[in-house]
DNA sequence: CAATCGTGGCA
DNA sequence: TTGCCAAGATT
């Protein structure tokens, strides 16, 4: 076990895990949802709904799945539909459908229980080397560090490590730093507190925008409060050009019930409810034409929606089913549709812009 | 290995 | 208003 070459050795490398237990014991959270519990479920679930997402944002999505799907045979007994459900506006929707996959194999490959070392779980779906280390460390007491963007933040700053922790040369850096800076001793209790205090840390005291180093227990020793660097380290993630993109989406009308499409399982939205799509007008007009729609498509008034990688220009047109024409109401196509009321849309899952579309729709409607 | 994959909050 | 990115994994 021997310090990282790219990285000078620091004098706090042998008191760091010491210190932040005591602070996180003192000043760390411990009434978050998914604390206080040894169950891997809980701990699980809320490991998967935390990656890339805020605390405040998973808190009531975390309480509405566990309500629903209260142990890990529940969820790998529902089908993927609900599970989607109530997944929907979370984002980053592969989680949810590797959280199912992943139920299923804890049933059907580990007797319902889940397993307790690192290398098992990150073996599962939509566990990484991290997730699987918070989830041994919080749920079994295993001797596994965590490196999310809380502990990149934290040691880029305290240790000064130069570089986008997103590139994989700085991301390997840290992940021997630390290795090397995990508590050699110390009970399951311990071994929380320091994974804990990892996260804590780099949540409330040492966030993004302004640090509080006065209350920092590393401050004396730290290279970004020493040097003044607080701001420039971690280094920003290098700039690239956001593209745009344009869609048509159909709202077609069946009194009060509309046409919804499922999106394909990979990609953007998948495995979610949609609107059915086009590339231009000319091609929705023929879309809803194929599905029983009337000729004339009403223009509402087009949005933006901005993603992390790219913005999607939303041209949303509405049509009414024509009664009188023979063959309305079809379901064409190999795709997946479905006609729901609109009282019905909170059972199915729709990205966050079409479920607010629909949902100024219904107010209009009703 | 760099690109892909959501959404909402905040400076 | 715009930019930035959060308890990352997968391909």
């Known amino acids: 076990m021997s310090a990282p070459s790219a990285l000078p050795a620091s004098p ?9 237990i005591a602070w996180q014991r003192e000043h760390g959270r411990h009434d978050l949802p998914w604390q206080n519990t040894r169950d891997p479920y809980r701990i ?12 405040t944002t998973v808190i009531p999505y975390y309480t509405r799945f566990l309500e629903r799907f209260p142990d890990v045979a529940a969820l790998a007994a529902a089908p993927l539909d609900d599970v989607m459900a109530l997944w929907a506006g979370l984002g980053y929707y592969s989680r949810a459908r590797n959280l199912h996959r992943c139920s299923q194999a804890v049933v059907e490959q580990h007797g319902g229980a889940f397993p307790s070392t690192v290398d098992a779980l990150a073996e599962l779906p939509g566990i990484g080397r991290s997730t699987a280390a918070a989830i041994a460390s919080f749920a079994f007491g295993a001797r596994a560090t965590i490196l999310d963007g809380n502990v990149k933040r934290v040691l880029a700053r305290v240790f000064g490590v130069e570089g986008f ?17 995990f508590p050699k ?25 302004r640090p509080e180093c006065a209350r920092c227990p590393f401050a004396s020793d730290c290279v970004a409060n020493v040097t003044g660097r607080q701001r ?22 069946d009194g009060a019930s509309v046409l919804l499409e499922k999106r394909p399982p990979a990609g953007i939205w998948g495995g979610l409810w949609s609107l059915p799509e086009a590339g231009d007008e000319a091609a929705l007009e023929k879309r ?9 498509l009403e223009h509402l008034a087009p949005f933006t929606h901005t993603f992390t990688h790219f913005k999607l220009e939303i041209e949303p047109r509405v049509a009414d089913v024509d009664a009188g024409r023979p063959g309305a109401r079809l379901e ?14 909170d059972a199915y899952g729709l990205p966050a812009p079409v479920r607010k579309l629909l949902d100024s729709l219904r107010g209009s409607l009703l």
């Open 185 to 209: 001793d110390g009970g399951d209790d311990d071994i929380s507190a320091y994974t804990q205090g990892l996260m804590d840390l780099g949540a409330t005291l040492c966030g993004r925008g």
């Open 288 to 296: 809803a034409r194929a599905f029983g729609g009337a000729r004339e």
């Open 332 to 345: 064409a196509g190999d795709s997946e549709t479905e006609w729901v009321p609109l009282a019905d849309l």
């Open 232 to 253: 420039e380290l971690p280094a920003a993630r290098p700039k690239k050009a956001v593209p745009t993109r344009r869609t048509w989406m159909l709202v077609l009308l």
């Open 12 to 20: 706090l490398q042998s008191e760091f895990a010491a210190r932040l």
């Open 44 to 55: 699980w679930l809320s490991e998967i709904m935390l990656q890339q997402t805020q605390v």
């Open 165 to 181: 922790p997103g590139e994989k040369r700085i991301e390997n850096a840290m992940w021997t730093l630390a290795e090397s800076l």
